[in-house]
């Protein structure tokens, strides 16, 4: 077989020229990064809106008329499903994976443009089917993000018929247009890098995006899976999930099925969605440290296995979302022992960026103060993740506000702080201007301090037994007065929150026009997205050139090079560098 | 250490320290062109799909409180008014998908080679034995909807029985139906000489697809026609 050397690829690029191929139909992975990115943004604003909505009801209940028990419910479950799905992995993987991959992977563009295209318009109608169930009799479906059976479709749960199965569809088309994507990002990175570039020199981003995507390849399966079954049994009257069930005192036409196989499905791709969050985040803000502090990643190794470890291990934990579901102890005792054991590659990465941090020339801007607020926010619910993974202590703790505020901690704040990072680091190679320092500061101050006054009394809820998803507590006995009072608190730091992101809105559109020009690296990286010729990069990305990578990613502060910083594309050797496996030209097969 | 590295190239290493080479090395992990590599991620999660609808028949098929169906009573046929012999149809069904393997296969031989008139007809007759399959799939379904099974209930037991059969059968039946508009889009630009310059590396592609699906197939017939 006669191969052509593939990172040279000067093969039928796509030559756009009208404005509607250039920036709609664009298979510029650029243009398609941003459309995807824009998109999952404003999805999550919608997201947004409704944890405030939430939050004024839990905080002042019966105060505001526009949220009844249906309303908070369907708020509930919206805001879940789009975080976790339209909008974080949309935007780590559509976003930043579409963006950064061929930059920091030095190739012209994905290695199928067109499908690349195709994934980020079939991503779009799966955000507009979602949205439509706002707007259909019923509005959408108030069963919970998790979707459990038999409730989602038991008359009596807010938008059984016509809510859910629009939600199954969104998401069912969602994972078309994640497959379309996701196949284009793993086999670029594969296949397409450039000359000189290892897998061991690659940035911990694109390590990080790499591995979230093959986790997400091989987990949105079983939830496509559980949703065609889902949608058999809310319109063909099959019993996959439902059991022979009473609603509202009459027997419905459902028989024999198993609302735990939903739940073991749903977990199946859950807890791997956890990590197709996490580990792109742990990936980006590796570089942000790493820049920031003017010095080589600590453990660059050790970082890349901790990445494959925890993706592997990640398959084998689901089960502890379901302890109180009822399940053999053995089993209970198998996922407890795996679920902890995932803290030992966790932990790894915390003190490698800790390590990081030790010593270096830190520069507190605010791509930086996102990144550290990020190893807190994260140290702190991973830590609450050890209790929960204990079968004994999980379950108490089950179900209360406690879980609320590990996973918010975990998967919520800690990712969006590293998007807010990323936002800020990638914003003058995505513009080509700088943002303002002072609003960035502001906004990180306002969002990391305000996310901890939302988020640690929760714990304390949590203990005092505070169930969650619950529309009002009501008055119990086990409550004491004193709780509504903090959640009044909460509310408070939440509206505060939610308005302070305005901060970042204004500062993007400002900084589009008036924020100083950057240059080609404002930051001094060693990374290849910063070495383009033109900043933003035009279409090609590289100019007739293209780059040869002869070190790693994390030549900073190299004793002997009249720099802090040596970019990846620059040749010779230069005083001490960790690189030591691949000190000189790597030979590829090519040359050989 | 590159010397040592080139050196190991010129005569590639196999097995572990082969794989070890493969991915040590820069512009692309494995010597093979982008669409053959896509193809086997996505077959790989293609897999994850399959599996999980085959453990979760296992799951319904076990938590259902009724009896399931015997699927030798369920899948007979009379040929010629003889009596109903048990599993025939699937079992010519199975024949055909695998012979169709075959010229697949052959295509593949033959592309290599160039070869574009052969290419193209085998790849026209793989077509056409999956579609008799779908042919015959569609018959198979009329006959047990005629005989009263639906996706909510049957006549002889469980009524997932009758969801899981069409649910599995069909989406199986998809991929199937897919392969065959795929195989005659390949087949008509091979004979139009379309990957003259290109290779015709897209034949293998295509029939990675075509032997996943067959493949797929066996553990259907296995799981779900002889338990």
Redesign the interface.
């Known amino acids: ?3 052509v ?3 040279d690829q000067d093969h039928e690029l796509h030559d756009p020229h009208t404005f509607i191929t250039k920036y709609v139909w664009s298979q510029d992975h650029k243009v398609i990064a941003i459309q995807y990115g824009g998109t999952a943004i404003f999805v999550g604003l919608v997201a947004l809106f409704l944890s405030a909505m939430m939050r004024l009801q839990l905080g002042f209940p019966d105060t505001f008329t526009l949220i009844d028990p249906s309303s908070y419910y369907q708020a509930v479950t919206m805001h879940g499903m789009i975080m976790v799905v339209y909008l974080l992995t949309a935007l780590f993987l559509g976003g930043f994976g579409n963006y950064l991959i061929p930059l920091m992977c030095g190739t012209r563009d994905m ?2 443009p067109f499908l690349n295209m195709l994934s980020f318009w079939v991503y779009l109608l799966s955000v507009i089917i979602l949205l439509s169930s706002f707007f259909v009799t019923g509005g959408p479906t108030g069963a919970g993000w998790t979707l459990y059976p038999p409730q989602t479709i038991t008359p009596g749960t807010p938008g059984h018929d016509t809510g859910i199965l629009l939600m199954l569809i969104s998401l069912g088309v969602f994972i078309i247009a994640f ?1 379309m994507g ?3 990002y ?2 670029t990175v ?12 690659l940035p911990l981003s694109v390590w990080g995006i790499l591995v979230a995507t093959i986790l997400g ?6 939830l ?3 949703a ?2 889902m949608t ?1 049994d809310l319109t ?5 999930f439902m059991p022979a069930i009473m609603a509202a005192g009459e027997q419905l ?1 459902y ?4 609302p735990i ?1 939903f739940q ?2 749903f977990w ?1 791709f859950g807890h791997p969605e956890v990590y197709i969050v996490a580990l792109p985040a742990f990936g980006l803000v590796s570089d942000v440290l790493s820049t920031h502090a003017r010095k080589n990643i600590f453990g660059y190794r050790m970082m890349v296995w901790a990445i494959i470890a925890i993706g592997g291990l990640s398959f084998i934990v689901w089960a502890h979302h379901m302890y109180v579901s009822g399940m053999n102890p053995y089993f209970g005792f198998f996922f407890a022992t795996t679920t902890l054991i995932i803290a030992v590659p966790t932990a790894m990465k915390v003190y490698n960026w800790v390590l990081t941090l030790w010593e270096g020339d830190i520069r507190l801007n605010t791509p930086m103060l996102f990144a550290i607020g990020f190893v807190f926010t994260f140290i702190h619910g991973g830590l609450t993740g050890l209790f929960l993974g204990n079968v004994v202590i999980d379950l108490p703790l089950s179900d209360t506000y406690f879980v609320v505020a590990h996973f918010h901690m975990v998967m919520g704040v800690s990712p969006v702080l590293v998007l807010f990072a990323s936002l800020y680091h990638w914003y003058p190679k995505i513009t080509g201007r700088m943002m303002n320092e002072t609003l960035g500061k502001l906004h990180f101050w306002c969002t990391f301090l305000g996310t901890y006054a939302i988020y640690l009394p929760m714990h304390y809820l949590g203990f005092l037994g505070v169930p969650r998803r619950y529309y009002a507590m009501g008055s119990t006995d086990f409550i004491p007065e004193s709780a509504q009072a903090l959640n009044a608190n909460i509310t408070i730091a939440a509206i505060f929150v939610a308005v302070a992101q305005v901060l970042f809105f204004i500062n993007v559109f400002w900084s589009l026009r008036n924020g100083k020009p950057s240059g080609n690296n404002p930051w001094g990286a060693t990374t290849l997205e910063w070495q383009t010729p033109e900043t933003p990069p035009k279409h090609g990305n590289w100019g007739p050139e293209m780059p040869v ?1 002869h070190r790693w990613a994390y030549d900073y502060s190299v004793p002997g090079y009249h720099q802090d910083f040596i970019p990846q594309n620059v040749p010779g050797d230069f005083g001490v560098s960790e690189d030591h ?12 | 250490m590159s010397e040592t590295v080139a050196s190991n190239l010129a005569a590639p290493r196999t097995g572990l320290p082969g794989l070890v080479d493969d991915w040590s090395v820069d512009k692309q992990t494995y010597h093979v062109p982008w669409g053959k590599a896509m193809m086997w991620i996505f077959l790989v999660s293609d897999t994850f799909i399959f599996s999980c609808f085959l453990v979760g028949y296992m799951t319904v098929r076990m938590t259902t409180a009724e009896p399931w169906p015997l699927p030798t009573d369920v899948f007979a046929l009379s040929l010629f008014g003889s009596d109903p012999i048990p599993l025939i149809l699937i079992a010519i069904m199975t024949f055909i998908l695998i012979t169709s393997s075959g010229t697949m296969a052959l295509a593949v031989n033959y592309g290599y080679r160039r070869d574009k008139r052969m290419t193209a007809i085998l790849m026209i007759a793989t077509a056409v034995l999956g579609a008799s399959f779908v042919g015959m799939q569609a018959f198979e379904w009329t006959k047990l909807i005629s005989e009263g099974v639906r996706p909510w209930e049957n006549p002889w037991g469980a009524p997932q029985f009758g969801s899981v059969f069409f649910m599995v059968t069909g989406f199986h039946g998809l991929h199937v139906t897919g392969g065959v508009i795929y195989l005659s889009i390949v087949a008509w630009k091979v004979s139009k000489g379309h990957y003259d310059k290109k290779g015709y590396e897209i034949v293998e592609i295509t029939g990675l697809y075509w032997h996943f699906v067959d493949l797929v197939w066996v553990f259907i017939f296995a799981f779900f026609y002889l338990w």
């Not at chain 1, 390849?217 to 079983?222: D, H, N, Q, T, Y």
């Not at chain 1, 063909?236 to 996959?240: A, C, E, I, M």
């Not at chain 1, 496996?581 to 050989?592: L, N, Y």
């Open positions: 077989m006669a191969y050397p593939l990172a290695v199928f497959t996701g196949l284009n793993v086999t594969l296949q397409a890098r450039a000359r000189g570039l290892t897998m061991m020199r390849l091989f987990a949105f399966p079983a496509l899976v559980s065609i079954m058999f063909l009257g099959t019993s996959f036409d028989n024999g099925g198993s196989l073991h499905l199946f990578v496996d691949h000190d000189t030209e790597m030979k590829s097969p090519q040359d050989a």
